[in-house]
Every structure is written in C-alpha cells, then in structure tokens.
C-alpha cells in the first residue's frame, strides 16, 4: 500500500501572521490522523512562520518552486540548499502555473527535479494537458512526453523520493473536475512511463496525486481510486476546515 499524501499548494497567499494562525486552527483538526502524509507549501515569505506552526506535529512544510543551481549570480532564485537549511522537506516543481507564466519547460522542470533530489528533498513534480489537448484526444501523448523529459538521465537510486502530481490544467480554479476515471487513466498512463524510465518495482511504489479542483465533497470519490495517492490541493487548502476535510475525507 503506498501511503497517501495531502499537499496544500497555498500559491501567492497568505501572510505569516495568517500562516499562524492557519496552523493554530488546523493541527487540532488533524491531530491524530496517521494514515496520510500531510505537507503545507507556503510562499517562501512564509516559510519560517510555517515550520514553527507545525513545530511538534506530523506535518510537512515544503515550497512552491526552486532553482537548478545551488548558489550564484541569480537575482530573486532560491536554491535546494537554502531550503534544507530552513527545514523545508519538499518542493513543488512545474506547476502549471509556473509553466503557463513564468516560462516552464519540461527541461526547466528536469534540471529543478534533479536538483531538489540531489539535496535530499521530495520534489512533487507536476504534469498534465490543458483543455485544447484533452479535446484533441492528446491527453496520453502530453504525459508521455513530460514524463520522459521531466525524469530523463535520473536514475531510480537516485528518485527515490520522487511524488508526480497530475495536474488537468482545465480543471485547476474552474470548479471543474475530471471524474475520478478520467484522472485514474491518467495515473495509469504516468506509472507505466514511470516503468518504463525507471523499472516496474519502482512503478509500483511510486505516488501519484490529483490535482484539480480538490474539495472536502470530492476527496473520498477521488481517493479511493486505487491508482490515485493522494491530491495536491489549491484553493481549498487555504482554509484550515476545508484541508482538514479534504485531509480526513
């Protein structure tokens, strides 16, 4: 069984002293529940308010993006290292809206993969089509090939730590939701390029998160598809009761 993880994803939102009080509210909401792994993505201006909110608790404070090098002549980055010093354990690497804004590649989102890895963190890397590919029937394709670009020259030793999170670019702020077989097929299709890169042993323990459109009246229908370990969560995350609920579906 591969153990679930919840993944708020705060995007450009809240200050520290919200972040305070965001975790006063949500750890009694969560306190006692080991079945998932649970992580807070925070702006990094929000980071050390995080950590010291979770301070004792279970829960995990990642980031939303971090650069490839790990120090240098790059105005407004924050690298891998800086974030370990910190104690940040995860990052979110090319998220849509990285991608659809600020400039993303595929191979932008490899060099960030293996730089996350290489410092010990657990990169959840982010993939998915928008609305004009899945018309066009181009939804596997799109995965194929981010997968392929986004995992190439890693090593399976080495992406151990590895989280994918499949992202429907359409559904992401819409209200819309693809069903949970729509997003189960689209699972399916990242592990066996995961198998293919990196071998079925690895295949079969690697989590796989939806990530669209997440909500507390939607998470039990989503989570009990058995290819789907766990959400990336959005908007809903930034209110304490509805992450708990999504938490605790």
């Known amino acids: 069984m591969r153990t679930k993880l919840m993944a708020a994803n705060w995007k450009m939102n809240k200050t520290p002293d919200e972040t305070r009080v965001f975790f006063r509210e949500f750890l009694p909401l969560v306190a006692g529940h080991d079945r998932d792994e649970i992580v807070v993505c925070p702006p990094y201006t929000d980071v050390d308010a995080a950590i010291a909110g979770a301070r004792g608790s279970k829960v995990a404070i990642g980031v939303q993006n971090v650069h490839w090098k790990a120090d240098g002549a790059y105005t407004g980055e924050i690298s891998a290292p800086m974030l370990v010093s910190l104690g940040v354990t995860h990052v979110i690497v090319g998220h849509s809206e990285r991608r659809q804004y600020f400039g993303e590649t595929d191979d932008t989102v490899n060099l960030r993969l293996k730089a996350a890895l290489e410092a010990g ?9 928008v609305l004009e590919e899945r018309e066009a029937g181009l939804c596997d394709d799109v995965l194929r090939r981010q997968c392929v670009r986004a995992f190439h020259a890693i090593s399976a030793k ?3 730590k590895l989280v994918v999170a499949y992202e429907p670019v359409w559904a992401i702020g819409t209200g819309k939701t693809a069903t949970p077989e729509m997003a189960a097929e689209a699972h399916a299709v990242i592990r066996r390029e995961a198998a293919e890169v990196f071998g079925e042993e690895f295949a079969a323990k ?8 997440v909500k507390p009246d939607n998470a039990a229908v989503l989570m009990v598809q058995e290819e789907i370990d766990g959400a990336l969560v959005g908007g809903a995350s930034l209110d304490a009761k509805s992450f708990a609920g999504i938490v605790k579906y």
């Open 121 to 129: 963190l657990t990169p959840i890397c982010c993939v998915g089509e």
């Open 206 to 213: 690697l989590r796989i998160l939806y990530g669209g459109s």
């Open 158 to 160: 080495k992406a151990a």
